[in-house]
């Protein structure tokens, strides 16, 4: 085997054009309790633009390969690995319990090779292709931790889903749907539009043209403080900034919004008569588990699920795909091929 290998690596904090595909990246071995695998396929996240550009009070060793979600093929075990064998297929759960989140505090998947915990593996049923499992931690593992762990989604349940294109996005407007809910997906263009409406959402708003808030008390009817007509049951927003208090305004008096992150800003205003006014509740939903990642494989073995994928792209091309994510031009995910 090769002692280097093709990778796309961050040598400095910057713009998308500071990545580099280097062929000559020193080829990892296993250490004990580790395996070494044959990348598959990885996709990007928005956490993969943050670590590109830098992130207060996150100090990233570099070079570092990024890329936190991936799986792939077993080619290589370390000392004492007894349970997994050369030839397994297997997702990877990007965070290292002992050293971080892989492509971040330590090299992740946009390589042809990744060294990889074996705390950390999860075996992939026979029918989930590679793309589709990559395409899960992050963004469909967030989502199903949101919705089904927490049990915040009930059939019947109006549910705006803001940032609905994205991976995080698309998963959870897959699934509120299984789990019988009226969908209202807001993107910001026509064809991601047009693309979530065939993916199964019931309404969809482009937040562009159209401020959702107002689109959902116009479609429900105003929020009342002493019956609970009007509004949404539930907001799930992850972008944070101001879609925050037009999430609040068009909540129904009790009804619940979901939040797991903030790619449009942590520090919004905020407006506390809402929240006691209506009695809304704000649920927080950080990460995912290895029993949402095997939940999910599960439901794609089955034929409930198809991750969204926009573009699947050679490793050469990758940073064009995380270009897409940065500038919204993304519906679902980017997959890499290394």
Same mark, same amino acid.
């Given at each position: ?58 100090? @990233?060793?570099?070079?570092? +390969? ?5 799986? %792939?093929?077993? /080619?290589?075990?370390? $000392? *004492?690995? !007894? &349970? ?83 991976? @995080?996005?698309?998963?959870? +407007? ?5 789990? %019988?809910?009226? /969908?209202?997906?807001? $993107? *910001?263009? !026509? &064809? ?102 095997? $939940? ?43």
């Amino acid at each position: 085997m090769a002692q280097t290998m093709k990778a796309l690596v961050l040598e400095a904090h910057g713009d998308i054009d500071t990545l580099k595909v280097v062929t000559d990246y020193p080829r990892p071995s296993p250490g004990p309790g580790e395996v070494l695998i044959r990348v598959g396929a990885s996709s990007f996240n928005y956490h993969d633009v943050f670590t590109v550009k830098g992130m207060p009070g996150i100090k @990233v060793p570099m070079p570092v +390969v990024i890329g936190l979600d991936m799986a %792939g093929q077993v /080619v290589e075990l370390g $000392a *004492g690995v !007894a &349970e997994w064998r050369v030839g397994d297929r297997v997702l990877v759960n990007p965070l290292n319990k002992a050293k971080g989140l892989m492509g971040e505090m330590l090299d992740g998947g946009m390589a042809e090779y990744c060294r990889v915990s074996t705390s950390q593996l999860i075996a992939m049923p026979p029918d989930v292709s590679y793309a589709d499992a990559a395409s899960l931690p992050v963004a469909y593992g967030t989502a199903h931790r949101m919705l089904i762990t927490h049990n915040t989604v009930k059939a019947g349940d109006k549910v705006l889903i803001l940032g609905a294109s994205g991976g @995080v996005g698309t998963g959870c +407007v897959m699934l509120a749907k299984q789990l %019988g809910a009226e /969908v209202i997906a807001c $993107a *910001g263009s !026509a &064809e991601k539009m047009a693309a979530l409406t065939a993916l199964g959402a019931d309404h969809v708003v482009n937040y562009r043209e159209t401020d959702f808030s107002k689109w959902a008390i116009q479609q429900y009817g105003k929020p009342q403080r002493r019956t609970y007509e009007g509004g949404v049951d539930v907001v799930i927003n992850f972008t944070g900034g101001d879609t925050w208090v037009p999430s609040l305004k068009c909540l129904k008096r009790g009804g619940t919004l979901l939040v797991c992150g903030a790619t449009a800003g942590h520090d919004p205003k905020e407006d506390l008569r809402y929240i006691w006014s209506f009695e809304l509740k704000v649920i927080g939903s950080n990460s995912f588990y290895d029993d949402n990642l095997s $939940a999910l494989m599960d439901m794609i073995q089955a034929g409930t699920l198809k991750p969204t994928i926009d573009k699947l792209l050679p490793l050469e091309e990758a940073a064009e795909g995380l270009r897409m994510i940065r500038d919204r031009e993304v519906m679902g995910k980017i997959v890499v091929t290394p």
